[in-house]
């Protein structure tokens, strides 16, 4: 482990060595220089460092000498290692006084060099006496930061446009995390991606600046609105990309309409110019929210540009690109993938396999392939995706970032939450020296960041890391931005995960009470409050506050919504747990009645029939709830595998069940094997309710469910 001042001798030089020009300027980072030159100036390891750092490469084996030689120092001069700790804490946002924060013996995520260790961002805001306690971990530096090749490099390189307008460009791709398969949790009641947070950062190249105008090109404003001469209407060009680029999507839409009206009047209907204003009014299109026609407008192109350009032209497989990337956004993600599968091949071969747009191309493939519900195959070409980047443009060039987000995103979805949070705790450190802690791209990260550290297992982590995140988003953005609300939702959730049931009710509470159903997501919102309403003790509010959201939403089965089936499934929870078991079976009876013709192994029915199993026993009817947990647990041995969290949690259930009916011994038999399977498994349950995967045999050898 690494040891006490160890650590505060790796963060003082990772102020000295490693932070921007801006914290150098800082008074405190001042002080720190002056004590360390004053007392160590004359000492080689130092001098070789300061030289190193001078000319941008601190490497790693003389930063272990120095720090090695600051250990020395303080070991003997004891008033150096007082006032270097204070001054580093204080650098910190932390008070003098606490012992400072370990660090693990590797960093996290896949790197397993051992580096010297790195604070976080130097820009940090000081932590205050009534702020929280910081949400982003100690953690030490990527192992490529320490060979100085960490240097600011070009932004990422976007595809070439035709001559004489605003490029073709491969529009990013919001990666919005998509519904898993299976994404109909009843306990807690919201599917994990109702509650809005951060997605994974887009891979595509952003669009850019049309190309630059000849020297005699007249200024926008002084040329003629209604003139058709070629420098006129490539002026038009640039207003109408530029005013898309500043927010008037809609503008720019119209704009290249108009424009593509007189192109094909003057130049003809197949002339390079006209193609790329076509392309452009198909890409603004999009932006502006038709995708279904911005599809059909780049379907419709595709013949223009293979006859006019060639199959093979660099644009040509752009626009083959852009009609994937919208073909899915238009709600057909099969048909994306299968664009992007058959478009990687010929990019290989025309610009070769670690061209960046071939890469890009490859990043969509992956992304389109989670979204068919491929989550694993996606976390498998980003993992092979990876490496490329880092090779072809370096460890912290913005694509490979963008693909580092992607792995963890994927990583997460597959069920490696522990992956998905070392890989972002990677990513947070790296956006917080590079555009400092309150960044608003920083904040999405250690969004995601806290999510994941909470789907790992650390709920009172995360429930921190956002109470930090709704302070900074509260003073930088405003209490009703999105971003805020968001955080503040996750928050809600985390603090009941946390065990303070009560304090996620009165969040959801206070979130409502000041959004009412302007709040994003406010039936979600109403379905949380709903269910930490019963955890904290209350069956019978809880079961009135979900009767009240179920006459807000229609209950036909071909309308059933995620949220509607929680809602259904909670009410029957509470139902039972309000002192009426059979009023809980009836409903689960209708419940399954209006949904028989989704079949039996559709999540909401097993999540119902979970429930009738469980109110049928408690209702007296013993046997029955035998029989029925009988069928659940067949049923999910076979959709969910013998070795699933719920299908463990369903032999938990048949074991109670039969020792109730008097058959002990086998029902002992059943449990020890339901805790040997949830060894393996993850925590969390969409078909069971969370305090019903606690078990106990009691002294008469009964099995019985704890809480």
């Known amino acids: 482990m690494v040891s006490e001042f160890e650590e505060i001798a790796g963060h003082a030089l990772a102020y000295l060595v490693w932070g921007s020009q ?118 030490a530096a990527p192992p490529w930061a320490e060979t100085g090749d960490a240097v600011p490099v070009a932004p990422p390189r976007a595809e070439d446009a035709v001559p004489f307008a605003p490029p073709l460009a491969e529009d990013a791709v919001p990666v919005a995390p998509p519904l898993p398969e299976d994404a109909v949790p009843v306990a807690p009641p919201l599917p994990e991606d109702a509650v809005p947070v951060a997605p994974p950062l887009p891979e595509d190249a952003v669009p850019v600046a049309p190309p630059l105008l000849p020297e005699d090109a007249v200024p926008v404003a002084a040329a003629r609105e209604d003139a058709e001469d070629a420098v006129t209407m490539r002026n038009r060009a640039w207003l109408a990309h530029w005013s898309g680029e500043t927010g008037d999507v809609a503008g720019a839409r119209e704009q290249y309409a108009v424009l593509l009206e007189v192109s094909e009047r003057t130049l003809g209907g197949e002339h390079p110019e006209t193609l790329t204003t076509r392309a452009n009014l198909a ?171 909470g789907e790992a297992g650390d709920a009172r982590r995360a429930r921190d890391m956002f109470a930090e995140l709704v302070t900074v988003q509260e003073r930088t953005g405003g209490a009703r931005r999105p971003e805020t609300l968001a955080a503040r939702i996750d928050l809600a959730r985390w603090t009941g995960e946390a065990g303070d049931a009560a304090g996620a009710r009165d969040h959801y509470r206070r979130l409502l009470a000041e959004g009412g159903n302007g709040t994003p997501g406010a039936p979600a919102v109403r379905a949380r409050l709903a269910y930490w309403t019963g955890e904290a003790g209350d069956p019978a509010l809880a ?131 339901c805790v040997w399977g949830r060894e393996r498994e993850r925590p969390r349950s969409w078909v069971f309710d969370a305090d019903a995967t606690r078990w106990k045999v009691t002294p008469g050898g009964d099995v019985e469910p704890v809480g």
């Open 22 to 139: 801006a914290a150098r300027g800082d008074p405190v980072v001042g002080r720190l220089r002056a004590l360390v030159t004053g007392v160590m100036g004359g000492s080689p390891a130092f001098a070789r460092l300061e030289q190193e750092a001078a000319e941008g490469a601190a490497g790693l084996e003389t930063m272990r000498r120095a720090r090695e030689a600051m250990e020395a120092v303080a070991g003997i001069d004891r008033d150096f290692a007082r006032e270097l700790r204070r001054i580093v804490r204080e650098l910190q946002g932390l008070p003098a006084h606490e012992p400072p924060g370990g660090l693990t013996d590797e960093p996290p995520g896949p790197f397993t060099e051992e580096v010297p260790p790195a604070a976080v961002s130097p820009l940090a805001a000081p932590v205050t006496e009534d702020t929280v306690p910081a949400a982003l971990p100690r953690v």
């Open 283 to 453: 890409y603004w299109t999009g932006r502006a929210g038709d995708t279904t026609e911005a599809r059909e407008l780049y379907a419709t192109l595709l013949p223009s540009c293979g006859r006019v350009l060639g199959e093979e032209h660099p644009e040509t497989l752009t626009v083959r690109a852009n009609h994937a990337r919208w073909t899915g956004e238009a709600g057909d993600p099969e048909r994306a993938r299968e664009l992007y599968a058959e478009l990687l091949p010929v990019r290989e071969v025309v610009l070769g396999e670690e061209h960046p747009d071939t890469l890009t191309t490859r990043a969509n493939l992956a992304y389109w392939t989670g979204r068919c519900g491929r989550a694993a195959d996606a976390c498998d070409m980003y993992e092979e995706l990876l490496p490329v980047r880092e090779r072809v443009s370096g460890h912290e060039d913005p694509e490979t970032l963008v693909t580092r987000a992607n792995l963890a995103h994927w990583r997460g979805e597959i069920g490696d939450a522990a992956g998905a949070r070392d890989l972002y705790t990677v990513l947070a450190w790296i956006r917080e020296r590079d555009a400092g802690r309150d960044d608003p791209e920083t904040l999405a990260v250690r969004a995601r960041l806290a999510h994941w550290t």
């Open 543 to 673: 079961r009135d506050l979900c009767l009240e959201l179920l006459v807000l939403q229609p209950r036909t089965p071909d309308v059933y919504g995620p949220e509607t089936i929680a809602v259904a499934v909670q009410l029957i929870r509470w139902t039972g747990e309000a002192g009426s078991p059979s009023g809980a079976c009836d409903l689960a009876r209708d419940f399954l009645s209006l949904r028989v013709d989704l079949g039996p192994d559709e999540p909401g029915n097993l999540a119902a029939l979970a429930q009738l199993a469980r109110w049928a026993g408690e209702a007296g009817e013993t046997a029955e709830s035998l029989g029925l947990s009988q069928v659940l647990f067949k049923r999910l041995q076979e959709s969910r595998g013998a070795g699933h969290h719920d299908t463990t949690t369903a032999r938990a259930w048949l074991a109670y069940w039969t020792s109730r009916t008097g058959q002990p011994e086998e029902a002992v038999k059943l449990y020890a094997q």
